[in-house]
């Protein structure tokens, strides 16, 4: 091995400095990601309290995937909602007790069931949007004009890096895959 040089140690120290650098941004971008995250779930469940308190967030999530992805095979609902079978099946015997869903056979299996909005369902959904769109609205109104097209495209970024699809003009955006 060949002896250092006062060039090799400054680029070493240099890079060692670089590295201690990115770690700090990159701890600095995660406590922010964290921060954020929290007050988005805090908003979320704000506004599933203020409509229906007996709902959890889980089967508010089961609700929003059938509202944006139609009917589904149990076992699909568990694909989209990433739980066991046996989870997503008990969350929709509670959701058809609560009026929210209805489970009918699947005619091309019957041992499959299939999980269908209601009417009360997406009411829900659609009310939880509501609130939940307007404290976001409430609070992106508190922040700096100047701020907003960087919001805009950092949540973007973060968004597609996660492969969550855009919620665009959907009046009942996803919120999860």
Same mark, same amino acid.
């Given at each position: 091995?060949?002896?250092?040089?006062?060039?090799?140690?400054?680029?070493?120290?240099?890079?060692?400095?670089?590295?201690?650098?990115?770690?700090?941004?990159?701890?600095?971008?995660?406590?922010?990601?964290?921060? $954020? =995250?929290?007050?988005?779930?805090?908003? /979320?469940?704000?506004?599933? &309290?203020?409509? %229906?308190?007996?709902? *959890? !967030?889980?089967?508010?999530?089961?609700?929003?995937?059938?509202?944006?992805?139609?009917?589904?095979?149990?076992?699909?609902?568990?694909?989209?909602?990433?739980?066991?079978?046996?989870?997503?099946?008990?969350?929709?015997?509670?959701? $058809? =007790?609560?009026?929210?869903?209805?489970? /009918?056979?699947?005619?091309? &299996?019957?041992? %499959?069931?299939?999980? *269908? !909005?209601?009417?009360?369902?997406?009411?829900?959904?659609?009310?939880?949007?509501?609130?939940?769109?307007?404290?976001?609205?409430?609070?992106?109104?508190?922040?700096?004009?100047?701020?907003?097209?960087?919001?805009?495209?950092?949540?973007? =970024?973060?968004?597609?890096?996660?492969?969550?699809?855009?919620?665009?003009?959907?009046?009942?955006?996803?919120?999860?895959?």
């Amino acid at each position: 091995m060949s002896p250092r040089t006062a060039d090799d140690k400054m680029s070493g120290e240099s890079s060692t400095t670089a590295d201690r650098a990115r770690a700090a941004a990159g701890d600095r971008v995660i406590d922010a990601v964290l921060t $954020a =995250s929290r007050l988005l779930v805090a908003v /979320s469940a704000r506004s599933l &309290n203020e409509v %229906e308190d007996s709902l *959890t !967030l889980p089967q508010f999530r089961a609700l929003v995937v059938l509202a944006s992805r139609g009917p589904l095979r149990l076992t699909h609902l568990a694909e989209h909602l990433a739980v066991n079978p046996s989870t997503a099946m008990r969350m929709a015997e509670r959701l $058809a =007790s609560a009026g929210m869903i209805d489970r /009918s056979p699947n005619p091309e &299996n019957r041992r %499959e069931s299939i999980a *269908t !909005l209601t009417e009360a369902g997406r009411e829900v959904v659609e009310q939880v949007t509501t609130r939940r769109r307007d404290e976001i609205t409430a609070i992106v109104e508190r922040m700096p004009a100047d701020h907003l097209d960087r919001l805009v495209e950092a949540l973007e =970024s973060f968004s597609a890096a996660g492969g969550e699809p855009s919620a665009g003009y959907d009046p009942i955006p996803l919120g999860w895959q």
